[in-house]
């Protein structure tokens, strides 16, 4: 939540910036939320891969998956923040 929160602030500024990212996670928790639900294809695929009994080399999977997924999104957010901070300076 940090890799989305933190253009924002060095984008609108520090009071700015918590409203729209009070905005953002709320958004990113319905859209959570209903990607979860039982009527989603995504959700039904992920859980037919984990299973009632996931296997450990598939939990490892979907975890390096995510931890790679965290990393993207790090580095992303760093490219933004830096672009739009530089832009300001000026």
Request: aromatic share 8%.
């Given at each position: 939540?940090?890799?989305l929160?933190?253009?924002?602030?060095?984008?609108?500024g520090h009071?700015?910036?918590?409203?729209l990212?009070?905005?953002l996670f709320?958004?990113l928790?319905c859209?959570a939320?209903?990607?979860?639900?039982?009527?989603?294809?995504?959700?039904?695929?992920?859980?037919s891969?984990?299973?009632?009994?996931p296997?450990?080399a598939?939990l490892g999977?979907?975890?390096?998956?995510?931890?790679?997924?965290?990393?993207?999104l790090?580095?992303?957010?760093?490219?933004?923040?830096?672009?739009v901070?530089?832009?300001?300076d000026?």
């Amino acid at each position: 939540m940090v890799f989305l929160a933190q253009p924002l602030f060095f984008r609108f500024g520090h009071m700015e910036a918590l409203r729209l990212s009070v905005g953002l996670f709320a958004l990113l928790g319905c859209l959570a939320m209903a990607a979860l639900s039982s009527s989603n294809p995504i959700s039904n695929w992920l859980m037919s891969i984990a299973g009632a009994n996931p296997d450990p080399a598939v939990l490892g999977c979907l975890c390096t998956g995510i931890a790679v997924l965290a990393l993207v999104l790090c580095a992303l957010s760093c490219i933004v923040s830096t672009k739009v901070y530089r832009a300001r300076d000026l």
